[in-house]
């Protein structure tokens, strides 16, 4: 179980005289819910969701952006002082590891790199700083402890040693199997040849690997037919179902939202979460634009 808390978070754009793009944002996100955050074109989302992983492009110039791991049965090996994390303080990499999920760009094509092998090379990354960052706690335990990780990549820190490739495959095969998917997907080579739903059915497998507390999709519904978006929309709720990540779910479309249920939408409007509310208030927006979250704003201004 984890809680990430942003409270009045502010950021630019990270050059000299850089746009200020949110202007104190507050949005907290738990494991086990589904948070849809929607809004106009232009209106800071995308920023949000990158700014939350660390994206140097941005520059944070108020507030801050916790992750809290509270213990429950896979996190009881943690221990009290390292629960509450600073993620302002971390690296993306260390975001990533700690729990938090935003589906990386790689290069378009990377030569002879198959979905399973650079899968399983993302895990043991993870896992391995992972273990840098609980080090302390990894310490007293040592020597009691079983070498490598057998069943789940979430049972603790990892321990020495990789995720093989024969014990890859087994968890390749039980997530694919839980996200519906073809297990041929895994032999592709990356990307080579993906359609536009196979690279976003990708992202939920990526996820799904990597177990995260909490699972930034920004605009994941952008471009899919009916069928792909059906898929990709199973996808996301068994990742909240079978593994209790919470979801931020971005989206500029009510449409998705028919498929994942949210328990929580919010509105952005010009880098602030001007509305919040709960399934009801997509259908309201998908009725009546943004238009209206803006007069009210204006009136209460
Ligand atoms: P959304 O995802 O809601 O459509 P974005 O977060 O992508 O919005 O962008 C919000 C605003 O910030 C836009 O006006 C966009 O042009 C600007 N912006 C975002 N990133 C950058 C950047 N790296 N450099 C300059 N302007 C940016
Ligand atoms: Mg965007
Ligand atoms: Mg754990």
Redo the contacts with the bound molecule.
């Keep these: 179980m984890a809680v990430l808390n942003i409270e009045n978070l502010q950021a630019e754009?990270a050059e000299d005289g850089?746009?200020t793009?949110l202007r104190g944002v507050d949005l907290e996100v738990g494991s086990n819910d589904i948070h849809a955050l929607m809004?106009?074109?232009?209106?800071?989302?995308?920023?949000?969701a990158k700014v939350i992983a660390g994206h140097p492009?941005?520059e944070v110039t108020g507030g801050s952006v916790t992750l809290e791991l509270d213990g429950d049965e896979f996190d009881e090996d943690i221990s009290e002082d390292l629960r509450e994390w600073d993620l302002l303080d971390l690296e993306p990499n260390e975001r990533a590891a700690l729990g938090i999920f935003l589906a990386f760009q790689y290069p378009a094509e990377i030569e002879g790199v198959t979905m399973v092998n650079f899968l399983r090379t993302a895990l043991n990354a993870k896992l391995e700083e992972r273990e840098e960052l609980f080090e302390g706690d990894e310490e007293e335990e040592d020597d009691e402890e079983e070498a490598g990780y057998e069943t789940s990549p979430m049972e603790g820190p990892a321990d020495e040693g990789e995720v093989g490739v024969a014990e890859f495959q087994e968890i390749l095969q039980e997530k694919m199997e839980i996200l519906d998917m073809d297990e041929e997907f895994a032999s592709r080579y990356l990307n080579a040849g993906f359609s536009g739903g196979e690279k976003k059915q990708n992202e939920v497998l990526q996820a799904a690997i990597l177990e995260p507390e909490i699972a930034v999709l920004d605009e994941i519904d952008s471009g899919l037919d009916i069928d792909k978006l059906e898929d990709v929309s199973k996808g996301i709720n068994a990742l909240r179902d079978e593994q209790g990540t919470g979801v931020l779910q971005?989206t500029h479309y009510q449409r998705i939202l028919d498929h994942v249920e949210p328990d929580y939408v919010h509105v952005?409007l010009d880098g602030k979460i001007e509305k919040s509310g709960g399934a009801e208030l997509a259908e309201q927006l998908e009725d009546k634009g943004y238009d209206w979250v803006r007069e009210e704003v204006y009136e209460t201004a």
């Design positions: 754009v850089g746009e793009i809004g106009p074109n232009g209106s800071g989302k995308s920023t949000l492009a941005y971005i952005m």
